[in-house]
């Protein structure tokens, strides 16, 4: 899901990066492009009409960023757009202070209610609760059957009716109707204060389409449990219609939160990205599957950046804006752009980025690292490690003035960092080579001052 849309999205992004600055109708085409991206993608038109006049407002007025060039900010900009489209923060399943929980399931038939009913209740035995499942659909013939199939899977007890009998077999000691899901829900709620189940999951009936018998029967069995959360269920399949059905939903019976299933799917999957600012409820499991294990908490972070499809580099963003020192790499510039550049400044710039983490996984997350594993591969911090080892043996002088390296202080060095001569030879005439074309390209491009993001 979503493969389209996130190419899109690369796609127009592609087009801002190499520019120093971005004129408005930079910003303009690309907010054009994006808008086009979410309208193929399904995504309901007012959350699009939002969502474009937000990243337009911002990528205007944004600061002149010295950490971030500005296609990297228009990135920023989208991404956090998206996670605010999504919900902001990630959601908890709120539990009830005095057990049981109550989480009541609401959509349409074949959302995967009953599946999820076995996630979830999978998901609460992990975390140490002891849930119960209540089958409430009493209207699709099999729909019991298959929440005992899942249960028992699950390893998760089931309340149901027995079909032909009453409530608790032959006996009916609850005295309750095994036709009325109303009675079955109470009965469940019942049976788990009595044998102490902290989480009860009610599974209801859903229709194929919005009725309102269907809509009558479940806000019946929210009255009856009331419910600590109200899950709607929605197929991320379903395109344009999830909006009207989440909203008939919301205004039908009520929900605290949704549950995106089959986002394993192909299909566009746009409107369910619409779901969360349409009816104000977050996002809070997504279900990508029909294993039980098929299914994680929502975090509108990490589905905001799999949508932008941007490897890891959001994270690379957000590591270079912690970890830049603007008063550092401006006299870096300073330096390269007068030949002053010492080995001193490059040691510190090179401690600079490796705090970012091993060089290999920088470079790892950038786009399109996918197929260069293998050069990945040789990038070794060893060779850096040799490169600070040897700079480290050097005096302050020497680092300020290499020229004064001689045949036996690179002698010294070597023994002292532990490396052959030739090693200190290769790093000396390379930072020779490399200043004298930093030098070159600072006089040629009216570098310094510009050295960040291109220019
Ligand atoms: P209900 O009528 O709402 O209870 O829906 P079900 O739980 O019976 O699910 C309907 C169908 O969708 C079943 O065939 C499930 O196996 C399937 N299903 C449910 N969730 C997912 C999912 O996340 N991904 C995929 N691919 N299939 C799913």
Known sequence: MFESLSDRLAGALKDLRGKGRLSPSDIDATAREIRLALLEADVALPV????????????????????????????KIVNEELINILGGETRRLRLAKNPPTVIMLAGLQGAGKTTLAGKLATWLKGQGHTPLLVACDLQRPGAVTQLQVVGERAGVPVFAPHPGTSIGGGENPLGVSASDPID???AGIEEAKQKQYDVVIVDTAGRLGIDEELMRQAAGIRDAVNPDETLFVLDAMIGQDAVSTAEAFRDGVGFTGVVLTKLDGDARGGAALSVREITGQPILFASTGEKLEDFDVFHPDRMASRILGMGDLLTLIEQAEQVYDAKQAEEAARKIGSGELTLEDFLEQMLAIRKMGPIGNLLGMLPGAGQMKDVLAQVDDKQLDRVQAIIRGMTPAERANPKII??????RIANGSG?????????????????????????????PGAGRGGK
Do not use: T, W
């Open 48 to 75: 699009v009409r939002g969502f474009i006049g937000k990243v337009k407002e911002r990528a205007k007025g944004a600061e002149v960023s010295a950490a971030l060039n500005p296609a990297q900010q228009v990135v």
């Open 184 to 186: 079955v829900a109470r």
């Open 406 to 411: 001689n045949a036996s202080r690179r002698l």
């Open 419 to 447: 490396v052959s001569v030739s090693d200190v030879n290769q790093l000396v005439d390379r930072f020779f080579e490399a200043k004298k074309m930093m030098g070159a390209m600072s006089r040629q491009f009216g570098l």
